[in-house]
């Protein structure tokens, strides 16, 4: 899947930028670090930063298996099932 890259803005609901939103809908769709930087033309170690950053703005406990945390609540707020 190809992610057309973004300016860095943010979005009103939970304050992601567009490029954070970018990770996030791989991240939902169970897309490991490696396939997100090769989607977005990214390093690993960057997509490694903007995975923390969104735990972190969205309250994920990254002690208890947050990619599961961050598909179920992307998935919640845009209407997916």
Do not use: W
Not at 31 to 46: E, V
Request: glycine share 4%.
């Amino acid at each position: 899947m190809m992610v057309r890259p973004r300016l860095e803005r943010r979005s009103k609901d939970n304050h992601l930028t567009a490029r954070e939103i970018d990770v996030l809908k791989l991240l939902a769709r169970g897309y490991h670090n490696c396939a997100i930087a090769d989607a977005l033309f990214l390093s690993p170690g960057t997509v490694k930063i903007y995975v923390s950053r969104i735990y972190e703005k969205m309250g994920i406990d990254t002690k208890q298996n947050p990619r599961v945390a961050v598909a179920l609540r992307f998935a919640h707020k845009s209407g997916e099932p």
